[in-house]
């Protein structure tokens, strides 16, 4: 089956943001577009699925998370999801000496392509900037880079939600009247996406916050507004809200 254009555009774009000749300029302008891009795409799939009287279809999809760090790639996915529409499964496979982890995510075909898209793109950015982030001497690199993807993804998910909201105020003022409003769609999108999680995890546990001892939620937390996601720029109060300090 051929790709939307839509998505051969945005993938385009991603592969420029992520290319090490950009410079961090030009990363973000292409990262900002793709996020617009990605935000109007997916909401503009489900108006269409609801304008049709077509019954919406959830699909899923398995998406394994390589070490290091996998449990925190996971966190960095589901929030993705989460802000696609999408409901998340952590699934942890246990083996003598080893964990595995994996999301099993629900939702529409459109959502389900976005999220990955876009969590694919972050992971490698996240990759390049956490290495190049000094851990502070005497504290142990996983515990720093831990803290650093936290703060990544809280960066993430407050750019994500500002994209969103922007992309469906914009989509319910260009809504005829005699058409149901976009966030009335958007809601029996994510119910219908987590009635089908349910079903299938019908025992479903909530997972156990976990605490983080590394330093480095500040520096990750920065990394994320770097990626820019459509969206203007955090101010400083919420790092300090979440009790994020930056060390001397």
Request: net charge positive; hydrophobic share 45%.
């Amino acid at each position: 089956m051929n790709e939307h254009p839509m998505l051969a555009k945005i993938r385009k774009l991603l592969a420029k943001a992520e290319n090490d000749a950009a410079t961090p300029e030009e990363a973000e302008a292409y990262t900002a577009k793709a996020a617009e891009l990605i935000a109007a795409y997916g909401i503009d799939q489900t108006l269409l699925a609801a304008d049709s009287g077509a019954p919406l279809v959830v699909g899923d999809r398995v998406i394994g998370l390589e070490a290091p760090y996998a449990r925190d790639k996971a966190d960095l996915l589901a929030t993705v999801a989460a802000h696609y529409g999408c409901q998340a499964v952590q699934v942890a496979k246990r083996e003598p000496g080893t964990t595995s982890w994996s999301l099993h995510l629900f939702g529409q075909q459109s959502d389900l392509e976005r999220t990955e898209l876009l969590f694919t793109s972050l992971l490698l950015q996240a990759a390049t900037w956490m290495v190049r982030a000094p851990v502070p001497r005497g504290e142990h690199q996983a515990a720093f880079r831990r803290s650093w993807l936290a703060g990544f993804r809280g960066a993430v998910g407050e750019r994500l939600a500002y994209a969103e909201a922007r992309a469906q105020a914009d989509a319910s003022a260009q809504r005829p009247d005699d058409r149901p409003g976009t966030a009335l769609v958007l809601a029996d999108r994510a119910a219908v996406a987590k009635r089908a999680m349910q079903e299938a995890y019908p025992r479903l546990r909530s997972a156990r916050a976990r605490q983080l001892s590394g330093s480095g939620a500040a520096d990750g937390w920065d990394a994320g507004q770097r990626a820019d996601l459509g969206g203007r720029r955090m101010a400083a109060p919420h790092r300090r809200r979440l009790g994020w300090r930056r060390r001397s």
